[in-house]
């Protein structure tokens, strides 16, 4: 069987849990709250960060993880994994961060980020009350697995460079981030 790490980054904590492959569902007998201030620090938030994914990975042989599914408010540069927030009082310590680079410390798993009402959404159309629930299983199973299909690419989420700070904090050069 193979599983990944679903982990919701907010303002208040991080929460994370374990997505079964086959399912594409969390199980939430797993579920770990790590409180987080999103106006500290960077080490304090990524240390927040990296107690959820180790405290959800033991229990499982290294050849069972697929990979870790993160979601993150925006601005971020979403297919390297660089945090792009600045000027909105949360997350600021945290700009122009690799958090891939942060997580790969602890974890040689691959990671995908998503914008999190965009995974908010998408979680609620395949899984939840929204119209079409049930049409195809989604979770973190199905991004990562479309992530790997693409080489590399997240296509929910395309940025081509850096973040251009005199764009709205949505705006991205190459394109707008959902």
Known sequence: MEYLLGIDIGGT??????V?????????????????????SATSIIKGILRVITALKPGRSENEWRGIG????GP???????????GVRKFDALF???????????CSLPVVFLND?????L???????????????????????????????????QTKG?????QSQHQFQGGYQT
Do not use: C
């Not at 122009?96 to 997580?103: A, C, V």
């Open 96 to 106: 122009g961060l690799d958090l891939k680079e942060e997580i790969k410390r602890v």
């Open 70 to 73: 993160i979601a993150i408010p």
């Open 162 to 166: 850096k973040p251009n700070q005199t």
């Open 20 to 40: 079964t492959g086959t399912t594409g569902k969390m199980d939430q007998r797993t579920i770990v709250y790590e409180k987080i201030d999103a106006g500290g």
């Open 117 to 121: 009402a965009s995974a908010y959404a």
């Open 76 to 86: 971020f540069d979403y297919t390297r994994g660089i945090a792009a927030i600045h």
């Open 123 to 157: 979680g609620e159309y395949y899984g939840g009350a929204a119209p079409g629930r049930g049409k195809r299983p989604f979770g973190w199973y199905r991004l990562l697995s479309d992530k790997a299909e693409q080489s590399g690419t997240n296509h929910f989420a």
């Open 13 to 18: 904590h991080v929460k994370g849990g374990i």
